[in-house]
């Protein structure tokens, strides 16, 4: 059972992106810094006051209320605004509390953050900074986290989300959807987004955590508002969305007793849910329209596979041909890991040891742990060597304890 603290942090996130969302949209997105601001301050008080009283009933109400109050009390206190940005919003009587008027209905937060996505993907802000601002603000990732995505360090993130808002004031991109040829662009870098989203959610990098299921339930929300809009409904849309559907579906199977990660092989199957699996069977289907073969159709196949209970070794086949598909279409080193690993529950061990050591990806644990998986059977010592090397890059404690298992296990 989550603590209040943990109820507290899961609220503030889930409301972040969208009060930060719909702020920028009345103020205008150059202006999004203030948005934060004063979003920031509404936690702030929210942290306060419920740590006194306790959690309200109605909390996203509460922080609404707030939100509007503080956005007000901004306004009113700060000449620079009164001067500028309320002569461009066309608001004259800023004494009143009712003349800012934040709507904070479902379908208001839902139009601003579509709105902010696709603003935010501009091609003027460099992609790296795009994804970078768009976990900050809509995914409410902390700085550690966008440097884990991106395998990088703090500073480095810091400055370029410091040259993505400048580019936001400096260009005075607004917060509306562009034209119908620049969604279609725009598109691929919002799906990344929400994959990263939902990856984190999945096996989170950064926090001492299996499993954080209101991420990978926010990338799906985030997913769905794409498909329920008619220019982004695209098959490729359809494809990541079941991808995840497939992935969710065995959430109860993951996570053991005291936060540990139960493997693919362990899994109780009977756990998995046939629901979600359906979902992504429809989302699977819907993808298969037109000639693209994205990504994500590929990773949502290979997911799907996984939900079947076929025979071992027609389903490795299976997989091990996508993963080669997917090497071609989009390279990465998780992929190429992951295609060995299939290469060796198809051809055993010998073959897949050479293909293993040609990747050479001296800083993930990962690797060192498909090695010593490799070496398992024919050489004891060297599997022990690498599942040691993999127990000290790991980073989260589950992954430490399954790796002393495989290692006590030899």
């Known amino acids: 059972m989550k603590t209040e603290k943990e109820i507290i942090a899961q609220i503030f996130r889930n409301e972040f992106s969208k009060m930060v969302a719909l702020m920028s949209k009345l103020f205008g997105l150059q202006y999004i810094e203030i948005a934060e601001d004063i979003v920031s301050q509404t936690f702030l008080i929210a942290t306060e006051t419920w740590d006194k009283k306790g959690i309200p009933e109605n909390p996203t109400g509460w922080l609404y209320t707030v939100a509007k109050h503080e956005a007000h009390r901004y306004f009113k206190r700060n000449k620079v605004l009164r001067e500028k940005i309320i002569p461009e919003l066309k608001i004259t009587q800023v004494e009143k509390t009712e003349v800012i008027d934040l709507n904070f209905s479902t379908e208001n937060i839902k139009d601003s953050q579509l709105q902010m996505m696709f603003a935010i993907c501009n091609p003027v802000i460099v992609n790296e900074a795009q994804i970078g601002l768009a976990l900050r603000i809509l995914c409410g990732f902390g700085i550690d986290e966008i440097a884990e995505s991106f395998f990088t360090n703090k500073e480095t993130i810091n400055k370029r989300l410091f040259r993505a808002k400048e580019k936001l004031r400096n260009e005075k991109i607004n917060l509306e959807m562009p034209q119908d040829n620049e969604i279609k662009d725009r598109l691929d870098t919002v799906l990344h987004i929400i994959y990263l989203l939902f990856n984190e959610g999945y096996y989170s990098v950064t926090q ?128 190429a890991l992951n295609r060995t690993y299939a290469l060796y529950k198809v051809s055993g061990a010998k073959i897949a040891l050479v293909e293993a050591e040609k990747l050479k990806l001296e800083n993930n644990h990962f690797y060192f742990t498909l090695l010593g998986e490799l070496y398992k059977k024919t050489d004891s010592q060297k599997a022990r060597i690498n599942f040691l090397k993999a127990h000290d890059l790991a980073k989260s404690q589950s992954d430490k304890e399954t790796l002393l298992k495989k290692i006590n296990a030899l």
């Open 208 to 335: 001492n955590q299996v499993l954080r299921k209101e991420l990978c339930l926010e990338a799906l929300r985030l997913g769905i508002m794409l498909i329920e809009y008619d220019k982004t409904n695209l098959p490729k849309t359809n494809a990541l969305i079941a991808l995840m559907c497939f992935h969710s579906s065995r959430f109860a199977a993951r996570q053991g007793p005291d936060n540990f990660q139960i493997l693919y092989e362990q899994q109780n199957k009977d756990l998995w849910d046939k629901n979600l699996i359906n979902q992504g069977n429809y989302f699977l289907n819907n993808s298969a329209q037109g000639e693209e073969v994205s990504s994500y159709h590929l990773e949502a196949r290979i997911a799907y596979i996984h939900c079947l209970q076929d025979g071992e070794t027609e389903k490795w086949e299976k997989i091990l041909q996508l993963y080669n598909q997917l090497l071609q279409v989009n390279y990465s080193p998780s992929v």
